[in-house]
Nanobody
Framework: QVQLVESGGGLVQAGGSLNLSCVAS????????MGWFRQAPGKEREFVAG???????????DYADFVKGRFTISRDNDKNTVYLQMNSLKPEDTANYYC????????????????WGQGTQVTVSS
């Protein structure tokens, strides 16, 4: 079992930045695909960003079109942690952000998510 705990959410003005963190415990997740989804009130949960192993400790990142150029995902395997740096935030980015992981090398937007965090709220005021 893998436990995921997010932190870093909060209230920020439009144009501001936040950095989300997700710490994994229970297993080493260096070969796991990890990333973030979000869910706004009344909307379905949607993929935001993911980081996955491709070879020899090399990782690639995948992003939803609506965050490209604004959000950056990274991971620190020594700390079993994945980060989401969010810049140029917009009111439409307001949502509960969930950390997700799967024992897979496929993209997080295509594989079945096996583990979810509890979520951290991000609110962007206009």
């Amino acid at each position: 079992q893998v436990q995921l705990v997010e932190s870093g959410g909060g209230l920020v003005q439009a144009g501001g930045s936040l950095n989300l963190s997700c710490v994994a415990s229970g297993r080493t997740v260096s070969r796991y695909v990890m990333g973030w989804f979000r869910q706004a009130p009344g909307k379905e949960r949607e993929f935001v960003a993911g980081t996955r192993w491709i070879r020899s400790w090399t990782y690639t990142a995948d992003y939803a079109d609506f965050v490209k150029g604004r959000f950056t995902i990274s991971r620190d395997n020594d700390k079993n942690t994945v980060y989401l740096q969010m810049n140029s935030l917009k009111p439409e980015d307001t949502a509960n952000y969930y950390c997700a992981a799967a024992d897979s090398v496929g993209g997080l937007d295509r594989v079945k998510v096996e583990y979810w965090g509890q979520g951290t709220q991000v609110t962007v005021s206009s």
